[in-house]
């Protein structure tokens, strides 16, 4: 069964410093990756997608096929990236399979 | 366009009672789904449609019924409540073909007593 695994429940960072929020995944195949992410009293919506190859809101998630691994970056947080972040595979024609997901808090 | 709706936004139940949650989008999409989300857990796919009159079981399907007669309508129901389906609920649309975002409703939370 095909899996994806955000490993930290929580994170927090200050203002200013580097982000990189994990996601590992199980696929038998050539996998399709996403990042979701929740703001406070908003919808979950598309942040990026790998094949893609963009820079959302100054986050990059590169797909690493050796270490099965998606992990979104940013080089400066900001405090309005503070959200609940979910990584997804793609499963099938249209069905994705959500990480437990990162809450990540920028602190001032 | 309003995208995905869904109503109530909230509910409390008692164990035993039956329900609906309503899902409608006005995007013409082929593809809903329902998933609950619960702390720890992410987000769990419940049932999901890829068009009128076709539907299938997702990863946590049991104590939850489905049917999709209209491409804009994809209603969830709760047989029989119990408490361990006290969640946050979500329907998504997305189009099909070579899009594979999903768009989300801002979700229901359901207590079950």
């Known amino acids: 069964a095909q899996r994806v695994t955000q490993p930290e429940k929580l994170l927090s960072v200050f203002k200013g410093a580097p982000v990189e929020l994990k996601c590992n995944y199980s696929?038998?195949?050539?996998?399709?990756l996403f990042w979701y992410v929740q703001y406070s009293r908003q919808r979950l919506q598309l942040l990026l997608r790998?094949?893609s190859r963009e820079s959302i809101k100054g986050f990059t998630a590169d797909l690493n096929k050796g270490e099965t691994s998606f992990h979104l970056k940013k080089p400066f947080a900001q405090e309005e990236d503070s959200a609940m972040y979910y990584c997804?595979?793609?499963?099938?024609?249209?069905?994705?399979?959500f990480g437990q997901g990162t809450r990540l808090t920028i602190n001032p | 366009n309003a995208g995905v709706t869904q109503t109530p936004k909230f509910q409390v139940l008692k164990t035993g009672q039956s329900m609906t949650l309503q899902c409608a989008q006005d995007?013409?999409?082929?593809?809903m789904s329902w998933y609950r989300q619960d702390p720890g857990m992410g987000l769990r796919l419940i049932h999901y449609?890829?068009?009128?009159?076709?539907?299938d079981q997702g990863e946590v399907p049991n104590g939850y019924n489905v049917s999709r007669s209209t491409t804009e309508d994809f209603p969830l129901r709760l047989l029989s409540a119990a408490p361990s389906q006290t969640s946050v609920y979500f329907c998504?649309?997305?189009?099909?073909?070579?899009?594979?975002?999903?768009?989300f409703g801002p979700g229901t939370r359901l207590t079950v007593t």
């Open positions: 998504a649309s997305s189009s099909g073909g070579g899009s594979y975002e999903q768009y």
């Open positions: 696929y038998s195949g050539s996998p399709e």
């Open positions: 790998h094949i």
């Open positions: 997804a595979l793609r499963e099938g024609a249209q069905k994705l399979v």
């Open positions: 995007m013409n999409h082929e593809y």
């Open positions: 449609s890829v068009g009128a009159g076709i539907t």
